[in-house]
């Protein structure tokens, strides 16, 4: 397995812009989670789904963030419109429900930058 | 709630040296345990993890950490560190009954030759 892939790896943009950053879990797991991480507050859980379903979207910052996840191999996160503070390391994770505390898998992240 | 707290950001110590990296946790509820490890521009990786049974955990790369309950801890430990386990070390909790992974701040373990 490939393991977890985001793309892209690095994006710079401008302020106001939109960005869209993408996921594709592990085959088979069941849950997939973005976090963001931030020298200020460190690994933060934006939202979770299973089995596509977005579960908590609690950690999300604001209306400017949104995902989605239109099928079990897919998702994406979206600012609009991208601000300076939104620049951090997103990272996206998937699980699988098969085992107790199976505990994820990470895939290398996404470098965002707002300039 | 769930909350987990390293006491140390940064553990300097040089190579061949043992180290202990510290976690503690809260919880009303049971959990599980993870300690996962972050290399320079990586994603993050599972070093190990307590689910049940045995208090003592070995994980990847010579790494273990021993369970708590009574001090809700979860140290790290190695016996000898080597350059290469320069890193970023995370704590992580799990309550048994939800799939929420929730991380501690980090530790930044610097092995110096």
């Known amino acids: 397995d490939a393991g977890v892939i985001q793309s892209p790896r690095h994006e710079v943009t401008e302020m106001g812009q939109e960005v869209t950053l993408r996921c594709k879990p592990i085959s088979g797991h069941d849950y997939l989670f973005w976090y963001r991480q931030t020298m200020m507050r460190g690994l933060e859980l934006l939202i979770y789904f299973n089995n596509n379903v977005p579960i908590d979207d609690s950690g999300m910052p604001e209306d400017r963030f949104s995902a989605k996840m239109p099928n079990a191999s897919f998702s994406t996160l979206k600012i609009q419109p991208s601000e300076p503070r939104d620049s951090a390391v997103y990272f996206c994770?998937?699980?699988?429900?098969?085992?107790?505390?199976?505990?994820?898998?990470f895939g290398s992240g996404t470098r965002l930058t707002v300039v | 709630a769930q909350s987990v707290t390293q006491l140390d950001s940064q553990v300097p110590v040089f190579e061949e040296a043992p180290v202990e990296l510290r976690c503690n946790y809260s919880s009303s509820v049971s959990v599980y345990l993870f300690w996962y490890v972050q290399y320079p521009n990586q994603g993050l990786q599972l070093l190990l993890k307590?689910?049940?049974?045995?208090?003592l955990v070995k994980g990847i790369n010579g790494f273990e950490a021993e369970f708590n309950k009574s001090q809700t801890s979860f140290h790290l430990r190695k016996p000898s560190v080597h350059i290469s386990d320069t890193a970023e070390y995370f704590c992580a909790v799990t309550p048994t009954r939800t799939d929420k992974l929730i991380f501690g701040t980090g530790t930044r373990l610097q092995v110096f030759p």
């Open positions: 307590y689910l049940s049974g045995s208090t």
């Open positions: 994770a998937s699980s699988s429900t098969r085992g107790p505390g199976g505990g994820y898998t």
